[in-house]
């Protein structure tokens, strides 16, 4: 894959460059980490993957040819609520950006206060496991849609195969070529990529270590995480600062 696109052009010089508060690298470690835990609950508790719908989706067409519409219904309906979250996602941020206003403080609230019901009824012990499930690929959805880009590139943070891609492409570009996109070094932009695939993995072993010894410990750390982002895009819009992500993307 070339390490070269078409893109507009920044007007600074890259170490000018100031992205939104939702494109820094540290952001898109702590999105990754609240999908990574959010799938440890769910292949713990329901044996599916809420965020990761490539795996579903194959599921979905091998529960199909075998005819075993029980083990289909799971995988089919995660990949559904996902597509809703998404869609939902996709209508409120229209809503909103129409009006001139900021979408990021609106979709964490809005996970932030789904993943706290989510909790309360995990506590209670009255809720069925896919449900919950279904509820979180919900979540998954709206968080991929919201939060599509680091550092000006576009990037996943609830399903990393295409981090994976890109993580490796700028590590081997930097062996050719040591600068990259907007003229910074192809081992930064690997950097960043690994840095994503580190909080996903980090997510899920984390959760997993969490769910072990507190009840819905796989998300409560997301809801956490959402909160205190929450705290931050707050702050840093009443000091004027652009939260949410930039139109348009560059693909290397």
Known sequence: MSNTASHTPLPDHPEAIRFPLMELPLVGFLLA???GSMNAWTFANAETFATVQSGNVV???YWLIQGNWD???APFLSVIAFGIGSAIC???MTNLLSHHRIVTRAILFLEFLILAVLIWLVWKGEHNVLMI???VSFIAG???NAFHKSHGMLYGNVAVTFVVQMAFNFL???FFNKKGINGEPNLMWAGIFFLVLLGFAGGGAIGFFADRFITAGGLILPALISLALIVIVWRDHDR???VDTLPGGNFA
């Open 33 to 35: 980490f609240m999908a």
């Open 59 to 61: 599921q979905v067409g």
């Open 71 to 73: 083990k289909f219904m």
């Open 90 to 92: 996709g209508a409120i």
């Open 133 to 135: 499930a279904y509820t």
């Open 142 to 144: 709206m968080q991929g």
């Open 172 to 174: 081997i570009q930097s």
């Open 240 to 242: 004027h600062q652009r």
